[in-house]
C-alpha cells in the first residue's frame, strides 16, 4: 500500500470515526443516531479490511471488521428508515431483514466459497434499494424542507456509492489490484467529507435536529415559534384551520400538500414551513391523519352510529382503504377501532363490524 493511499484510508477513518463519536454522543437515543452510528463504524471497518495486502488475509482480528463492513448496506437501509419515515419505530420486526443479513455474512465467512458471497453482495443491492425506497417513499410529505433536501444529496450518494462497491467486488474477485483499491478508499473518503459538511449543518439548523420516534416538534421548540409569529403567519394559520375544521378538506380524495396550498394560495415550501415551524409537524400525512382520526374517533364514541359500519366511517373522514387507517388509528389509540368502540359503547352495545 502507497503512502498516499494510507493517508486517504487514514483519514477516511478519522472523520467516520469522528462522526459516529459525535452522532452517538448527541443523538444515541434517536435510533436513526444509533444505526447512523454503526453505519459509520462499518465504514471503517471497510476501510482496514479492503486495503491491499489484508483482502487474503484470515487473521482472526479481521473477521469482526470484515463482518461488520459486509454489514453496510443493512446498516444503510436501518438509517434510511428510522431518518426518513417518521412512522419508523424501533422493534424486532424491523431486525429481522438484518438478521438473515448477517447469518448469510456469517456463512460465507465461515465456508469461503463463490455462491454465498455472490450470495451476499445480490442482498447487499437488495438492501440499498431498499434503503433508497425509504428515502424516495415520504419525499412529498415531508414537512422539514432541509431533510427533504438531504434526501437527494445525501442518502441517494450514499446508497449508489454503496451499490457501486459492492458491483466493484462482485466483478473484481480478490486480490483486488492497487490502483482499485486506491480509488475505492477515494470514495468512502469523499463520501466521508460529505457526511461531515452536511452533519455540522444539521448541528446548526434546529429544524433537521434529531428528535426522538414521533411526530411532533419538542413543546419547547413549539412555543418559542408561537410566541415570535407575525401577524401574517396568525392570518395563515386561521385561514388553514377554517379549511381543515370548517371546511373538512381532509375528507378529499387525495388531499395533498400541493393541492391545499393551491387552496391557501401559497407556495409549496411556505405552507409545509408553516406546518412544520408553527405546527410542530414533520410530515404532511401525520398532520392530515390528525384530523381524520378526530372525526373517526368522535364517530366511534357516538352511540347514534353505533350501527355504522366502521370502514365507512373511516371512508367518509378521508383514508383511502381500511389497511392505513388500522394502522393509523392504532399507532394513536393503542388498540383496534373495533376494540376502541365496543370499550366506549359499553359492552352491551351493539357494533358493526370492521
Request: glycine residues 8%.
Amino acid at each position: 500500500m502507497t503512502a498516499i493511499e494510507a493517508g486517504v484510508r487514514g483519514g477516511g477513518i478519522a472523520i467516520l470515526l469522528m462522526l459516529a463519536l459525535f452522532v452517538w454522543r448527541d443523538a444515541r437515543r434517536a435510533a436513526s443516531g444509533r444505526y447512523y452510528a454503526l453505519f459509520m463504524l462499518s465504514g471503517i471497518c471497510y476501510l482496514v479490511e479492503s486495503a491491499p495486502g489484508q483482502m487474503m488475509n484470515d487473521a482472526v482480528w479481521l473477521a469482526p471488521l470484515r463482518f461488520l463492513s459486509n454489514m453496510s448496506p443493512a446498516l444503510f437501509q436501518l438509517w434510511a428508515w428510522a431518518t426518513f419515515d417518521d412512522a419508523f419505530k424501533p422493534s424486532r420486526f424491523v431486525w429481522l431483514p438484518s438478521a438473515a443479513m448477517a447469518a448469510l455474512v456469517g456463512w460465507a465467512m465461515t465456508v469461503h466459497q463463490w455462491l454465498p458471497w455472490r450470495l451476499v453482495e445480490g442482498a447487499a443491492l437488495l438492501f440499498v434499494c431498499a434503503g433508497i425506497w425509504h428515502v424516495l417513499a415520504g419525499r412529498d410529505a415531508d414537512l422539514v424542507e432541509g431533510r427533504r433536501r438531504l434526501r437527494l444529496i445525501l442518502a441517494i450518494v450514499v446508497g449508489f456509492v454503496i451499490a457501486g462497491l459492492t458491483i466493484h467486488a462482485a466483478v473484481n474477485a480478490p486480490p483486488i489490484r492497487v490502483h482499485s483499491s486506491f480509488v475505492t478508499a477515494s470514495i468512502v473518503l469523499g463520501l466521508a467529507l460529505i457526511s461531515a459538511v452536511l452533519q455540522l449543518g444539521l448541528r446548526t439548523l434546529p429544524a433537521l435536529a434529531v428528535v426522538p420516534d414521533g411526530d411532533a416538534a419538542p413543546a419547547s421548540a413549539s412555543a418559542t415559534a408561537i410566541a415570535a409569529i407575525d401577524p401574517e403567519e396568525r392570518a395563515l394559520l386561521d385561514r388553514l384551520r377554517r379549511l381543515m375544521e370548517d371546511d373538512r378538506v381532509y375528507r378529499e380524495e387525495g388531499l395533498g400538500i400541493a393541492a391545499l396550498a393551491q387552496r391557501l394560495g401559497l407556495p409549496e415550501y411556505r405552507l409545509r414551513r408553516l406546518i412544520n415551524q408553527r405546527l410542530g409537524h414533520r410530515n404532511f400525512t401525520s398532520f392530515v391523519n390528525g384530523y381524520r382520526l378526530a372525526e373517526v374517533v368522535a364517530a366511534l364514541s357516538d352511540p347514534t352510529q353505533a350501527q355504522v359500519p366502521i370502514l365507512t366511517i373511516a371512508l367518509d373522514a378521508g383514508f383511502q382503504s381500511i389497511g392505513p387507517f388500522n394502522r393509523a388509528f392504532k399507532a394513536q389509540t393503542g388498540m383496534t377501532p373495533t376494540d376502541f368502540r365496543r370499550e366506549h359503547m359499553g359492552n352491551g352495545a351493539q357494533t358493526a363490524a370492521e
